[in-house]
T-cell receptor, first 113, second 113 residues
Framework: KQEVTQIPAALSVPEGENLVLNCSFTDSAIYNLQWFRQDPGKGLTSLLLIQSSQREQTSGRLNASLDKSSGRSTLYIAASQPGDSATYLCAVNYNNAGNMLTFGGGTRLMVKP | DVKVTQSSRYLVKRTGEKVFLECVQDMDHENMFWYRQDPGLGLRLIYFSYDVKMKEKGDIPEGYSVSREKKERFSLILESASTNQTSMYLC????????????FGPGTRLTVL
Protein backbone atom coordinates (compact mmCIF):
# COMPACT_ATOMS: atom_id res chain seq x y z
CA LYS A 1 0.00 0.00 0.00
CA GLN A 2 1.35 3.42 -0.91
CA GLU A 3 1.68 5.59 2.15
CA VAL A 4 2.89 9.01 3.24
CA THR A 5 4.41 9.58 6.68
CA GLN A 6 5.18 12.82 8.45
CA ILE A 7 7.50 13.11 11.42
CA PRO A 8 7.25 14.65 13.93
CA ALA A 9 3.51 14.77 14.57
CA ALA A 10 3.94 17.93 16.62
CA LEU A 11 6.67 20.52 17.01
CA SER A 12 7.07 23.56 19.24
CA VAL A 13 9.80 26.12 18.57
CA PRO A 14 10.66 29.66 19.72
CA GLU A 15 10.07 32.51 17.33
CA GLY A 16 12.93 33.19 14.91
CA GLU A 17 14.14 29.61 14.70
CA ASN A 18 14.71 27.90 11.36
CA LEU A 19 12.96 24.55 11.18
CA VAL A 20 12.52 21.49 8.98
CA LEU A 21 9.42 19.35 8.56
CA ASN A 22 9.82 15.88 7.11
CA CYS A 23 7.72 13.80 4.76
CA SER A 24 8.47 10.29 3.50
CA PHE A 25 6.69 8.23 0.86
CA THR A 26 6.87 4.57 -0.07
CA ASP A 27 7.07 4.62 -3.88
CA SER A 28 9.31 6.82 -6.03
CA ALA A 29 6.91 6.69 -9.00
CA ILE A 30 5.16 9.99 -8.35
CA TYR A 31 3.75 12.84 -10.45
CA ASN A 32 4.29 15.46 -7.78
CA LEU A 33 4.35 16.25 -4.09
CA GLN A 34 2.53 19.12 -2.41
CA TRP A 35 2.82 20.85 0.93
CA PHE A 36 -0.35 22.33 2.42
CA ARG A 37 -1.07 24.45 5.47
CA GLN A 38 -4.21 24.01 7.55
CA ASP A 39 -5.34 26.38 10.28
CA PRO A 40 -7.62 24.97 13.02
CA GLY A 41 -11.13 24.28 11.73
CA LYS A 42 -10.30 25.52 8.25
CA GLY A 43 -9.60 24.13 4.80
CA LEU A 44 -6.19 23.49 3.26
CA THR A 45 -4.04 26.11 1.57
CA SER A 46 -1.48 24.97 -1.00
CA LEU A 47 2.00 26.22 -0.15
CA LEU A 48 4.31 24.55 -2.65
CA LEU A 49 4.00 21.94 -5.37
CA ILE A 50 7.09 20.08 -6.59
CA GLN A 51 6.84 18.18 -9.87
CA SER A 52 8.64 14.83 -10.08
CA SER A 53 11.29 16.35 -12.35
CA GLN A 54 12.13 19.12 -9.87
CA ARG A 55 14.40 19.05 -6.83
CA GLU A 56 13.03 22.03 -4.94
CA GLN A 57 10.60 24.93 -4.88
CA THR A 58 10.76 28.18 -2.97
CA SER A 59 8.15 30.70 -1.87
CA GLY A 60 9.22 33.48 0.47
CA ARG A 61 10.53 31.94 3.68
CA LEU A 62 9.50 28.45 2.59
CA ASN A 63 11.65 25.98 0.69
CA ALA A 64 10.57 22.47 -0.19
CA SER A 65 12.91 19.80 -1.48
CA LEU A 66 12.22 16.48 -3.13
CA ASP A 67 14.42 13.38 -3.28
CA LYS A 68 12.49 10.70 -5.14
CA SER A 69 15.19 8.06 -4.87
CA SER A 70 15.08 8.13 -1.08
CA GLY A 71 11.34 8.80 -0.92
CA ARG A 72 11.72 12.02 1.08
CA SER A 73 10.68 15.64 1.05
CA THR A 74 11.46 18.40 3.50
CA LEU A 75 9.77 21.73 4.11
CA TYR A 76 12.20 24.32 5.44
CA ILE A 77 10.75 27.38 7.19
CA ALA A 78 13.19 30.21 7.78
CA ALA A 79 12.93 32.68 10.64
CA SER A 80 9.70 31.22 12.00
CA GLN A 81 6.93 33.53 13.25
CA PRO A 82 3.91 32.94 15.51
CA GLY A 83 1.72 33.31 12.41
CA ASP A 84 3.34 30.16 11.02
CA SER A 85 1.58 28.12 13.72
CA ALA A 86 -0.64 25.63 11.91
CA THR A 87 -0.73 22.02 10.75
CA TYR A 88 1.42 21.27 7.71
CA LEU A 89 0.36 18.43 5.45
CA CYS A 90 2.35 16.64 2.79
CA ALA A 91 0.48 14.98 -0.10
CA VAL A 92 1.78 12.75 -2.88
CA ASN A 93 0.24 12.16 -6.29
CA TYR A 94 1.39 8.66 -7.14
CA ASN A 95 1.69 7.74 -10.84
CA ASN A 96 -0.85 4.96 -10.67
CA ALA A 97 -3.42 7.02 -8.76
CA GLY A 98 -4.54 9.39 -11.51
CA ASN A 99 -5.47 12.66 -9.87
CA MET A 100 -5.84 11.28 -6.36
CA LEU A 101 -3.61 12.48 -3.55
CA THR A 102 -2.32 10.43 -0.64
CA PHE A 103 -1.92 12.58 2.47
CA GLY A 104 0.42 12.28 5.41
CA GLY A 105 -0.90 12.69 8.92
CA GLY A 106 0.48 16.20 9.26
CA THR A 107 2.86 18.03 11.59
CA ARG A 108 1.25 20.41 14.07
CA LEU A 109 3.60 23.38 14.45
CA MET A 110 3.50 25.91 17.25
CA VAL A 111 5.82 28.92 17.14
CA LYS A 112 6.05 30.62 20.52
CA PRO A 113 6.62 34.38 20.77
CA ASP B 1 -8.01 33.56 -7.39
CA VAL B 2 -9.58 30.14 -7.38
CA LYS B 3 -12.55 29.96 -5.11
CA VAL B 4 -14.08 26.77 -3.76
CA THR B 5 -17.13 27.27 -1.58
CA GLN B 6 -19.06 24.82 0.54
CA SER B 7 -22.72 25.28 1.39
CA SER B 8 -22.36 25.15 5.18
CA ARG B 9 -19.56 25.61 7.69
CA TYR B 10 -21.41 23.72 10.42
CA LEU B 11 -24.24 21.23 10.13
CA VAL B 12 -26.09 19.17 12.74
CA LYS B 13 -28.28 16.27 11.60
CA ARG B 14 -30.03 13.32 13.18
CA THR B 15 -29.32 9.65 12.56
CA GLY B 16 -31.17 8.38 9.51
CA GLU B 17 -31.57 11.77 7.83
CA LYS B 18 -30.55 12.29 4.22
CA VAL B 19 -27.80 14.89 4.10
CA PHE B 20 -26.59 16.95 1.15
CA LEU B 21 -23.23 18.72 1.20
CA GLU B 22 -22.66 21.04 -1.73
CA CYS B 23 -19.45 22.34 -3.25
CA VAL B 24 -19.05 24.96 -5.95
CA GLN B 25 -15.90 26.10 -7.75
CA ASP B 26 -15.56 29.08 -10.01
CA MET B 27 -12.45 28.23 -12.08
CA ASP B 28 -13.88 25.82 -14.64
CA HIS B 29 -11.92 22.92 -13.13
CA GLU B 30 -12.58 19.46 -14.51
CA ASN B 31 -11.73 17.55 -11.34
CA MET B 32 -13.59 17.79 -8.04
CA PHE B 33 -13.01 15.80 -4.86
CA TRP B 34 -14.67 15.03 -1.54
CA TYR B 35 -12.55 14.15 1.49
CA ARG B 36 -13.28 13.57 5.15
CA GLN B 37 -10.80 14.44 7.87
CA ASP B 38 -10.73 12.75 11.25
CA PRO B 39 -8.24 13.03 14.13
CA GLY B 40 -5.64 10.31 13.90
CA LEU B 41 -6.84 9.17 10.47
CA GLY B 42 -5.92 12.22 8.41
CA LEU B 43 -7.55 13.11 5.11
CA ARG B 44 -9.24 10.30 3.23
CA LEU B 45 -10.75 10.50 -0.24
CA ILE B 46 -14.43 9.59 -0.47
CA TYR B 47 -15.18 10.21 -4.17
CA PHE B 48 -13.87 12.22 -7.02
CA SER B 49 -15.26 13.36 -10.36
CA TYR B 50 -13.26 14.12 -13.50
CA ASP B 51 -16.17 15.37 -15.60
CA VAL B 52 -19.88 16.05 -15.49
CA LYS B 53 -21.79 12.89 -14.54
CA MET B 54 -18.50 10.99 -14.11
CA LYS B 55 -17.31 9.72 -10.74
CA GLU B 56 -14.81 7.36 -9.20
CA LYS B 57 -14.70 5.83 -5.74
CA GLY B 58 -11.97 6.85 -3.40
CA ASP B 59 -10.72 5.04 -0.33
CA ILE B 60 -13.91 5.17 1.76
CA PRO B 61 -17.04 5.45 -0.45
CA GLU B 62 -19.30 3.27 1.70
CA GLY B 63 -22.34 5.14 2.99
CA TYR B 64 -21.88 8.01 0.54
CA SER B 65 -22.94 8.89 -2.99
CA VAL B 66 -22.16 11.88 -5.19
CA SER B 67 -23.74 13.89 -7.94
CA ARG B 68 -22.20 16.12 -10.58
CA GLU B 69 -24.83 17.52 -12.91
CA LYS B 70 -22.93 20.72 -13.71
CA LYS B 71 -19.21 21.26 -14.05
CA GLU B 72 -18.97 23.76 -11.22
CA ARG B 73 -20.97 21.84 -8.64
CA PHE B 74 -20.22 18.57 -6.85
CA SER B 75 -22.57 17.24 -4.19
CA LEU B 76 -21.89 14.66 -1.49
CA ILE B 77 -24.94 12.74 -0.29
CA LEU B 78 -25.29 10.76 2.91
CA GLU B 79 -28.32 8.59 2.16
CA SER B 80 -28.96 7.73 5.81
CA ALA B 81 -26.65 9.58 8.15
CA SER B 82 -25.01 7.66 10.97
CA THR B 83 -23.04 8.84 14.00
CA ASN B 84 -19.79 7.48 12.54
CA GLN B 85 -20.15 9.98 9.71
CA THR B 86 -19.59 12.84 12.13
CA SER B 87 -16.52 14.49 10.64
CA MET B 88 -15.00 17.44 8.82
CA TYR B 89 -15.79 17.25 5.10
CA LEU B 90 -13.52 19.00 2.63
CA CYS B 91 -14.15 19.64 -1.04
CA UNK B 92 -11.38 20.35 -3.56
CA UNK B 93 -11.01 21.03 -7.26
CA UNK B 94 -8.21 20.98 -9.82
CA UNK B 95 -7.51 21.13 -13.50
CA UNK B 96 -7.48 17.87 -15.39
CA UNK B 97 -3.73 17.25 -15.37
CA UNK B 98 -2.26 15.04 -12.68
CA UNK B 99 0.43 17.65 -12.15
CA UNK B 100 -1.95 20.39 -11.06
CA UNK B 101 -2.55 21.53 -7.51
CA UNK B 102 -5.82 20.93 -5.70
CA UNK B 103 -7.67 23.92 -4.26
CA PHE B 104 -9.68 23.32 -1.11
CA GLY B 105 -12.87 24.78 0.28
CA PRO B 106 -13.23 25.89 3.93
CA GLY B 107 -14.78 22.62 5.06
CA THR B 108 -18.10 21.57 6.59
CA ARG B 109 -18.13 20.30 10.16
CA LEU B 110 -20.95 17.73 10.23
CA THR B 111 -22.29 16.37 13.49
CA VAL B 112 -24.74 13.45 13.39
CA LEU B 113 -26.67 12.95 16.62
Amino acid sequence: KQEVTQIPAALSVPEGENLVLNCSFTDSAIYNLQWFRQDPGKGLTSLLLIQSSQREQTSGRLNASLDKSSGRSTLYIAASQPGDSATYLCAVNYNNAGNMLTFGGGTRLMVKP
Amino acid sequence: DVKVTQSSRYLVKRTGEKVFLECVQDMDHENMFWYRQDPGLGLRLIYFSYDVKMKEKGDIPEGYSVSREKKERFSLILESASTNQTSMYLCASSLVGATDTQYFGPGTRLTVL
